[in-house]
């Protein structure tokens, strides 16, 4: 057996003789110049982080749906028709003292109203509240209508005028709209414009905090307010955002003291935290000067690049070490690990750009986005973690401590102690019986997983806005209006396309009034509107109130005449378009999917030339068409990052049954993911796509460490066994290191304040962990029947040389540290050459 | 109450499959409503329901799209029956147990031989148009007032321009052959053989203004009419003419009903509601509790008559309580547009929001 102390007489492993004109001409360009790349560095982080104070926090309405759907594209395309439908902020003023006919309360409701009159981005002309004229009653006398607005003209807040107040309002048919049931608040109804009066997109933000103030002025003793809809829900997300900076300082903390344990060297723990937190930077500075913006997804992005940094920056650093324990100057440490681990580290970088990759099939934006910042995050990772790293540490070095520390077991061994307890116990899988019983086990975890995961759901479960907690004070909010209006706050509206001015056409109204009369029979619908319904309605009306006449009757001068006094929203303004509003009891996906089923069904056997059915606008209609691209992603995905990950194992491994035995791990995994998903009550949305993608693609890192390895070892012949053994030694360790920190980087999300986050935080940590646990025990247990050992007749030192090519190229090799090392004990004699040799891919 | 729970389950289980099988179907084209039977729904008992009747012990209910739903057990359980048109019925009337009539818009006449629960078309807008074209045509030539029959055709003439969209509003039936009903525009028909033939009493209705009739109220061979803006018609000749009475007010009648002494009642717009002891000569006003429309009226099995109103308000009154309406009940909070009592005394009210049974208001109505 070669002893380490044959090592060090090596020519290169001091200072003095080592030749700077060796190795590749990026790494000769980069060492001989360490000085001028820190100095580019330290520029760069600079700029970049003074540029990363510019990057801005939005979430725009648009880049969360998936635009390019059919559904979609009939709601952007008929945007600016459906007044009042895609974004408004309903403002509910509750008296907390009694009923809304209060003049104290009036007058606040008044300055309220005024106030938000004047917020930029507000549609001015269509807010609607106790005091706009456009609030009207209308009431049956002997004579035929009278009406007025609601707060009458001589409104002096006596008792007078607040008793005709009262009286008006009963007669408004606000109640449950504009009015609460209960009469004890009302709502200031803010439709929103795309863009402010000045050309620029909304800023949700300002908004929100905006609206925040006049809440906190406003809100007293006596009045409080409950704001709702999707830009005071973006603004509540953004600011739950914030919050994510203290979640990313809890990750640093705890993966610097995990890495810290392992290494148990202060100087380069800090090295590679800090260059990983100088990705962050340059991917945060990189941002807005490629016009990109964080949003609540791709805000996670900063935590995984983090995480991946991480667990490369210490397998670099895992090598420089055990070349320094092994007596090289730091300096040499850091070139020859530079040498061997570029290539690699770049592989294993690609690796994770896969699972990022994948996600630019999904045609949403905001994954888009997602996708495109991570991958500029892992691209900034080849520089600080692959170039920066090596040259900081062949400045700092590492503690000789350290150094001794990281070759320790294989000290132990070679000093004849036992293995350790838990790689004995990991030993145990490569056997029969453990193998075949974890195997078992596996089966019947898969099994149980599958059954379970079939009642995986698609879209958001919860009630209110499910991207925050139920607890939330939007969802609260959110809750109270629903309590306290008649309309819930999941709309599904169906457009109706009809020839110019014939909106109100006889024949139209009745396909209308049939569709509306359907919609409201299915299950999870509460209420609908139309023109048709209100046609109903408004012929009660017309005839002094009878029920008698609640029809929608054969009379095209009545149909015209109530069409002209038609609130806005049930038609456009050329009475081309009609709108038939379906209010939900929930937005579950099949709440939605039998809704846009039955709709389906009715425009294919009622459209025709003149007369189109069209879905689907409304936060629910809007969610529906997000379901079906997220359900079909979802397929889509998980073929595309398997066939990734399996093309990728087969081009590394070179053998199908070890691609088989990385790839089912990674699988049973995905099944257990998706029955922890139904056992959380999780379904599949926006938000769980990324995860399936990443907990896969960077899942897959773990078994291409571990199994290039044991494949490289197997192939010299020896048995499975051992092979796993070396493979532990060397990489093992770290895989473990990985999956812990790359779980803890995301654990911490679980507790953001946005649902979805935290939704993602306990998925992907469960996916990195389990990833982990398959690649070390469910692996070898595979192995063990479909790697059978081959007896190689020739000698080992022969062996080495002749498989160049079947050595891995990648990631995995991330670790050949320990490998060289190992080939280097097998056979006695070869010096750097055959290093060289064994690893074309370094040279 | 175990029982009745497990009878409505048996029911609710007997009547899922039907529902199923006419959800199945799916949405197909939309045709005229007149032609289209009725949607079987899920909860048909929470439709927009307009008029009650009793069959026997039976309830039915009528409502908007062609909605016929009927109970058996006091209107605990609902089922919906099989109607052939989905326009909206307005008043419904049994003669038994098992034998009545449903009227509608479009001038649709129902009829049903089981106690509701099939319907068969015996009338629609169009042939009610065509009678009383043919009718006025007939009567011209032996006119006492050529002008006015001359009118009269005119007027019938176009209303079989104007198509089937006028509505039947009342029907009484005095027996399983013999009926009136009367609608919008002074609409009215008399049947003899059960609605198998029709003929019209427009000519015989003193309604010159062409005025909606509301409601029919029969007290032996007098018969009375009410409707738009304040008319009041009587018959003294079991139905065979009518003739217009003074009015005590200018607003609309919704109903008209019959106190057990013989009284008549009548009531309508902005809670306005009069009572006559004479056969409809002269009017006592009863006192307006609030100015809120009164849809509906019913008698008691005691005798006392029940008021509803659009705000969802009962009110009693009876020979005792003379020209007062006494409020039963707490207000409903919505608006009401038929009451009548079940067989176990409890009331059922029938409104836009579907039917509600208020179990035992009838204790207190008689304290």
């Known amino acids: 057996m070669t002893s380490p102390g044959k090592f060090f007489q090596s020519p290169a492993n001091a200072f003095d003789d080592f030749d700077p004109r060796s190795g590749s001409v990026l790494e000769r360009a980069l060492f001989n110049h360490r000085l001028w790349v820190l100095l580019l560095c330290l520029a760069t982080t ?207 903390l705890i993966t610097t003291v995990v890495l810290y344990w392992y290494t148990r060297c202060i100087r380069s723990t800090l090295l590679v935290v800090f260059c990983s937190l100088v990705a962050v930077v340059w991917q945060l500075g990189l941002l807005p000067l490629l016009n990109y913006q964080l949003d609540p997804y791709s805000v996670l992005v900063p935590f995984l690049v983090f995480a991946i940094g991480m667990s490369h920056g210490a397998q670099k650093m895992n090598g420089i070490m055990q070349d320094i324990g092994r007596g090289m100057h730091r300096v040499v440490a850091a070139r020859f690990t530079f040498r061997r681990l570029f290539l690699a580290g770049l592989t294993a970088l690609l690796c994770d750009a896969v699972g990022f990759a994948v996600l630019m099939i999904i045609k949403i934006q905001v994954i888009q986005d997602l996708a495109m910042i991570a991958s500029i995050g892992v691209a900034v990772l080849i520089f600080t973690n692959l170039i920066l790293l090596p040259i900081l540490l062949s400045y700092v070095g590492v503690s000789g401590r ?202 294919a056997a009622n459209n025709t030339d003149e007369v189109q059915f069209l879905l689907a606008a409304g936060n629910a209609g809007i969610e529906a068409a997000t379901n079906i691209v997220v359900k079909q992603a979802n397929r889509e995905m998980l073929f595309w990052v398997y066939g990734a990950v399996i093309l990728l194992c087969l081009i590394t491994f070179r053998s199908w049954r070890a691609t088989v035995c990385a790839v089912i791990p990674l699988m049973l995994t995905s099944v257990l993911c998706e029955a922890l998903m139904v056992w959380l009550d999780i379904g599949v949305k926006v938000a769980t796509l990324p995860v399936i993608a990443l907990g896969v693609g960077i899942g897959v890192d773990y078994a291409l460490y571990v199994m290039s390895i044991l494949l490289g070892h197997m192939r010299q012949g020896t048995s499975l066994s051992e092979s796993y053994y070396r493979a532990l030694l060397s990489t093992g360790k770290v895989v473990m290191l990985t999956g812990v920190t790359l779980a803890i980087g995301v654990a911490t999300w679980m507790f953001s304040p946005i649902k979805f986050q935290a939704d993602m935080g306990v998925l992907l940590a469960f996916m990195f962990v389990w990833n982990m646990v398959g690649a070390l025990v469910l692996l070898p247990a595979l192995a063990h029947f479909l790697l059978p050992s081959k007896r190689v007749s020739t000698g080992p030192a022969e062996a080495e040389p002749s498989h160049p090519t079947s050595l891995p190229l990648t990631p995995a090799l991330i670790e050949e540290g320990a490998c060289v090392k190992h080939s280097l004990r097998l056979a006695p004699g070869l010096d750097q050459t055959a290093t060289a040799a064994a690893h074309p891919v370094a040279s | ?198 003929h019209s009493m427009m000519g015989h209705i003193a309604n010159p203004n062409g005025l909606h009739l509301y409601a029919i109220s029969r007290q032996g061979p007098r018969w009375f009419l009410a409707g738009e803006q304040g008319y009041l018609a009587r018959s003294d000749d079991d139905a065979t003419s009518f003739s217009q009475l003074d009015s005590p007010y200018e607003g609309s009648f919704f109903t008209l009903q019959s106190r057990a002494d013989g009284a008549l009642l009548v009531a309508g717009l902005k809670g306005n509601a009069f009572v006559s002891n004479d056969a409809g000569a002269s009017f006592q006003r009863l006192s307006v509790p609030v100015p809120i429309s009164f849809n509906d009226a019913t008698r008691l099995a005691d005798g006392q008559l029940l008021l509803v109103n659009q705000g969802g308000m009962l009110f009693r009154n009876s020979e005792q309580t003379g020209a007062a309406l006494l409020p039963l009940g707490k207000p409903l909070g919505k608006p009401v547009s038929s009451v009548i009592e079940a067989a176990d005394g409890s009331l059922i009210v029938a409104g836009f929001t579907g039917l509600q049974r208020l179990a035992q208001p009838a204790t207190a109505a008689s304290e």
């Open chain 1, 402 to 603: 350290a150094a001794r520390l990281s070759l320790k077991s294989e000290h132990a061994e070679q000093a004849g102690q036992h293995r350790h307890g838990f790689w004995r116990f990991l030993d145990l899988f490569t056997q029969r019986r453990w193998a075949a019983l974890c195997i078992a086990l596996s089966l019947v975890l898969a099994t149980l997983g599958f059954v379970v995961s079939l009642q995986l759901k698609v879209g958001d479960l919860d009630a209110g806005a499910p991207e925050l907690r139920a607890d939330s004070r939007y969802n609260q909010d959110d809750a109270f209006l629903t309590r306290h209006y008649g309309a819930s706050s999941d709309l599904f509206a169906v457009m109706i396309k009809t020839p110019a001015s014939a909106c109100s056409r006889y024949d139209i109204l009745n396909k209308v009034d049939a569709l509306d009369w359907q919609l409201r029979t299915l299950p999870g619908v509460d209420s609908t509107n139309s023109l048709a319904l209100l046609n109903r309605r408004m012929l009660v009306g017309l005839s002094e109130g009878s029920p008698k006449w609640y029809e929608l009757q054969n009379n095209q001068a009545m149909l015209n005449m109530v069409t002209a006094g038609a609130p806005r929203g049930l038609y456009n303004e050329d009475c081309s378009l009609l709108t038939l509003y379906t209010y939900l009891s929930d937005h579950k996906a099949q709440t939605l999917s039998g809704l846009v089923d039955h709709v389906e069904q009715f425009a």
């Open chain 2, 1 to 198: 109450m175990n029982r009745i729970s497990q009878a409505s389950a048996l029911l609710l289980a007997l009547y899922l499959p039907f529902a199923t099988s006419k959800c199945l179907a799916g949405p197909a084209a939309v045709g005229v409503p007149l032609n289209t039977p009725a949607m079987g729904v899920p909860a048909a008992q929470n439709g927009v329901l307009i008029d009650l009747a009793r069959a026997g012990t039976r309830l039915v209910a009528v409502g908007e799209r062609g909605l016929v739903v009927f109970s058996d057990d006091n209107g605990q359980s609902w089922r919906q029956a099989s109607v052939p048109v989905s326009v909206s019925l307005t008043a419904v009337q049994f003669v038994d147990a098992q034998q009545g009539w449903a009227v509608g818009h479009a001038g649709v006449v129902l009829a049903t031989l089981d106690g509701g629960e099939h319907w068969t078309l015996q009338l629609d807008g169009a042939r009610v148009a065509q009678l009383e074209l043919d009718a006025a045509k007939a009567d011209q030539a032996t006119a006492a007032d050529p002008d006015a029959a001359m009118i009269r055709v005119q007027n019938a003439e176009r209303l079989a321009a104007d198509g089937p969209d006028k509505p039947f509003l009342a029907l009484e039936f005095v027996d399983a052959h013999r009926g009136l009903i009367v609608g919008a525009y002074g609409l009215a028909l008399q049947t003899t053989d059960g609605g198998a033939t029709w």
């Open chain 1, 46 to 252: 600079l700029v970049l982080g003074w540029q990363s104070s510019r990057v801005e926090l939005n979430a725009s309405f648009e880049k969360m749906i998936p635009t390019h759907h059919p559904y979609i594209a009939n709601y952007l395309e008929h945007q600016k028709e459906l007044s009042g439908l895609g974004n408004a902020v309903r403002i509910a003023v509750v008296n907390k003292r009694g009923e809304i006919y209060d003049a104290d309360y009036l007058k606040t409701l008044q300055a309220l109203s005024d106030k938000i009159y004047l917020l930029p981005g507000v549609d001015r002309a269509y807010m609607k509240s106790l005091w706009t004229p456009a609030t009207r009653w209308v009431a049956v006398t002997e004579a035929g209508l009278e009406g007025g607005p609601v707060i009458p003209d001589n409104y002096d807040g006596g008792t007078a005028s607040l008793a005709a107040l009262r009286r008006n309002v009963q007669l408004s048919n606000e109640i449950g709209q504009l009015v609460a049931f209960d009469q004890a608040s009302s709502i200031i109804q803010v439709p929103l414009l795309q863009r402010t009066p000045d050309g620029r997109p909304l800023d949700y933000t300002r908004l929100s905090q905006q609206l925040e103030s006049l809440r906190s002025q406003y809100q007293s003793d006596n009045i409080d307010i409950r704001i709702t809809g999707f830009a005071k829900k973006v603004g509540d997300l953004i600011a739950g955002l914030r919050q994510i900076l203290i979640f990313f300082a809890v990750a640093i």
